[in-house]
């Protein structure tokens, strides 16, 4: 399989900081050479970079767009050369780029229909209105599906907002409350960490439902879906969770599916992983999942 590496080093912090140490960590510690010792080519390595002009820009939400919208010229690119994509993300925010990426088509005017997939310890379904903490990292899936910061969304290449059938959440643990009431209010379709782990019947209906849905299938990780005790660089942790090796797994099931064209696997904080171990437990899921 051909594969090409996007990676976006930026979050609301800034470049290379929190989860944006984490693209870069993996590809010094021999990520490439890994993925080609299964049998894959990478074709391309491609990252996000930022003038110096748009760095100085008002505000750190219009600056995550600005890279969105970076990210998204290069996930275009990457799908018409025929490749998987495998996207190395500072956050969660990173994942509207990617959907905007891949739903550009050969017909201007006609988006691909793009289903998500996002596997997630959170729902990072919450608004400005309902978010206890503000924080932007919690409302990526919301802002996908046309809730709230409609610029933030359409800046970052999304032409059409996905609905409710197109997303699929798995493995939440941690939730707020007015968070789960807009999950329930909109029918959202939700699976448990548990059906990652059995690669359960329920998962595998919800992807032949995608694939009978969509044009393409977009798989999104936070790594906080790890547990915190063999991982505890990844996400913010919340106690719970899968092993590395259980969630390659997991992904490798649906991966098998034809329309999964793009992985990402974001909030590695390599900046504070000083033993290690969640390295170990990132590039295993890497590995478990293309393998």
Not at 14 to 32: E, V, Y
Not at 112 to 120: A, E, H, K, Y
Not at 145 to 169: F, M, N, V, W, Y
Request: aromatic content about 4%; charged content about 25%.
């Amino acid at each position: 399989m051909k594969i090409a590496v996007v990676m976006l080093e930026y979050n609301v912090q800034g470049k290379g900081q929190g989860g944006a140490s984490g693209p870069g960590a993996l590809l010094r510690a021999g990520l490439l050479e890994q993925i080609e010792a299964l049998g894959h080519s990478v074709t391309s390595v491609k990252r996000v970079q930022l003038t110096a002009e748009e760095e100085g820009r008002y505000g750190s939400w219009h600056r995550v767009a600005t890279a969105g919208r970076h990210l998204a010229s290069l996930v275009a690119s990457a799908r018409s050369e025929g490749a998987f994509v495998l996207g190395l993300l500072a956050d969660c925010n990173g994942a509207l780029g990617v959907i905007g990426g891949l739903q550009r088509g050969e017909r201007p005017g006609r988006p691909r229909r793009v289903g998500l997939i996002w596997i997630d310890a959170h729902g990072d379904y919450n608004t400005p209105e309902t978010s206890p903490s503000g924080m932007l990292g919690g409302m990526p899936v919301a802002v996908a599906a046309g809730k709230c910061l409609h610029r933030l969304r359409t800046e970052s290449g999304i032409a059409t907002s996905l609905q409710s059938p197109d997303i699929l959440l798995v493995g939440m643990r941690d939730l707020d409350e007015l968070e789960r009431d807009a999950l329930e209010k909109d029918a959202m379709q939700v699976l448990r960490e548990s059906d990652l782990v059995e690669r359960s019947p329920a998962l595998h209906d919800s992807m032949r439902y995608l694939s009978e849905r969509e044009d393409v299938i977009y798989v999104h990780v936070d790594l906080d879906i790890l547990d915190p005790e063999c991982a505890p660089a990844a996400g913010l942790p919340s106690p719970g969770g899968l092993t590395g090796d259980e969630l390659g797994r997991a992904l490798r099931a649906m991966l098998s599916y034809p329309k999964a064209c793009a992985l990402s696997l974001v909030s590695y904080r390599a900046d504070a992983d000083k033993d290690g171990r969640t390295l170990e437990q990132v590039l295993a899921a890497i590995r478990g999942a293309l393998s």
